[in-house]
């Protein structure tokens, strides 16, 4: 039953930070928000620990907990390991789309990007797009069909399955990842694997360096 609780209050803290309920640059306390989740002190410290641990959150002893602040050397260290999984990724399905044009990846990819198109950017909740954003880029992780290379890409490294790190993506330009997105698309339909590699590159270049310019 500890065990269930801790789990209970990781994925609920979890969820208060994906529907950006922990806001960028505030302090929280342990009791204000166990109270909030009704649950006891025990599992949710215990969650808090292991946030802490995966560096998504910093814990300030006496003082509580504020999500985690990446300095200069971590950002950079993570835009360069997402630039080579999904520099790779996105190869791998360009070489794939060569012999399987309409393979599952691509239909994934296509209809993850018309939702995209026909979304509201402008109103769209920091979950919703998030969530469109992070799946894109898990589908093209997913289609080099290696779970181990799939798990690496999840490891705390990168940018994916971080949303406490996209909290301060309010400085982005939603129509401008958009954009990335349908140039990636379109690299992976011509089979263009310079025009693909390009996009990605400078996807990943836009955000690092918004996020560097706004810390």
């Not at 269930?4 to 994906?18: S, T, V």
């Not at 181990?148 to 940018?159: D, M, Q, R, T, Y």
Request: charge should be negative; hydrophobic fraction near 35%; include cysteine.
């Amino acid at each position: 039953m500890s065990d269930l609780l801790k789990e209970q209050a990781y994925h609920k803290l979890m969820a208060m930070i994906l529907s950006a309920k922990i806001e960028e640059g505030k302090m929280y306390s342990l009791n204000k928000v166990t109270e909030n989740l009704g649950l006891s002190r025990t599992p949710v410290r215990d969650a808090l620990q292991r946030l802490n641990d995966e560096k998504r959150i910093d814990i300030l002893p006496s003082r509580g907990f504020c999500l985690h602040v990446m300095d200069d050397d971590e950002l950079h260290q993570r835009y360069h390991f997402s630039n080579a999984i999904e520099g790779y990724a996105i190869m791998h399905l360009i070489e794939l789309c060569k012999t399987d044009p309409k393979n599952r990846y691509i239909i994934e990819l296509e209809r993850l990007l018309a939702e995209m198109e026909h979304a509201d950017l402008d109103e769209m909740s920091f979950k919703d797009f998030y969530e469109l954003d992070n799946d894109f880029h898990n589908a093209l992780i997913k289609s080099v069909g290696d779970e181990f290379f799939n798990n690496v890409s999840k490891e705390n490294l990168g940018f994916i399955d971080h949303p406490e790190i996209h909290l301060s993506g309010k400085y982005l330009d939603r129509r401008q990842i958009l954009n990335y997105h349908q140039r990636i698309i379109e690299a992976i339909q011509k089979k263009d694997v310079y025009a693909g590699y390009e996009a990605i590159m400078e996807h990943g270049k836009y955000v690092y360096e918004m996020y560097l310019a706004n810390k």
